[in-house]
């Protein structure tokens, strides 16, 4: 059965402290996998995605990487306003399916 | 900026009452996906529409549960009897799909906090 994990659960950092979240997978016939930030009382909204292994994307203080089995969200120097769910999602055949995401709190 | 509207955006019952929520998606997009949120479980799908054919509902109790696309305009879910246990935020997203089987990014509606007491 398809599986998305993620790790951590939950991940707190100091302004400015870079670090990286994980999404691992196991999907037969990876389509392509998305990283979704979500917000308190909002739905998820899209940030990447990524289709083949080595390819990365970039966007502000966010850049998201693809390995065969994982991809990593790196977080370079964070701000306050980073804190949020981030979300991966693995793309099969006919389906999106989710991890439970890591909870990111950034303190001042 | 276009958007997912879902109504309603909270919704309080009685165990064994109907519910339904209903879902615009973003106008030109073909595909509708309705997935359940809950601390424990996280989100889950519950069915996928392209091109207002249902694709996949193998994540939604058949006894109770269905979902309908009457036009392109609309998605529908609802709850048959409702259960507490049926507790969650429900999300409705839409997207586009060029190659079946392929999706591009979704956009997420704001959700349906329902609450069955």
């Known amino acids: 059965e398809d599986q998305v994990t993620q790790s951590p659960e939950a991940l707190r950092l100091q302004e400015g402290e870079s670090s990286s979240l994980n999404c691992s997978y196991t999907v037969s016939g990876l389509r392509g996998l998305f990283w979704y930030r979500q917000d308190p009382g909002k739905g998820p909204e899209f940030l990447f995605t990524l289709y083949s292994a080595g390819e990365e994307k970039e966007k502000e203080r966010l850049k998201a990487t693809l390995t065969k089995k994982e991809s990593f969200l790196h977080i370079t120097a964070p701000k306050p306003e980073d804190s949020a769910t981030y979300l991966c999602a693995v793309q099969a055949w006919n389906d999106m399916r989710f991890g439970a995401g890591t909870r990111l709190t950034v303190k001042p | ?117």
């Open chain 2, 1 to 117: 900026d276009a958007r997912v509207t879902q109504t309603p955006r909270h919704k309080v019952t009685e165990m064994g009452q109907e519910v339904t929520m209903r879902c615009q998606p973003i106008l030109g997009h073909n595909t509708v996906f309705w997935y359940r949120q809950t601390m424990m479980q996280g989100l889950e799908l519950l069915a996928y529409f392209r091109n207002r054919a249902p694709l996949d509902d193998s994540g939604m109790p058949k006894d109770r549960f269905s979902a309908e696309m009457p036009d392109a305009t609309l998605a529908t879910l609802k709850i048959q009897p409702s259960e507490p246990r049926d507790s969650a935020v429900y999300f409705c997203a839409s997207g586009r799909s060029t190659t079946p089987g392929l999706n591009e990014k979704l956009f997420f509606g704001s959700g349906t906090q329902l609450s069955v007491l």
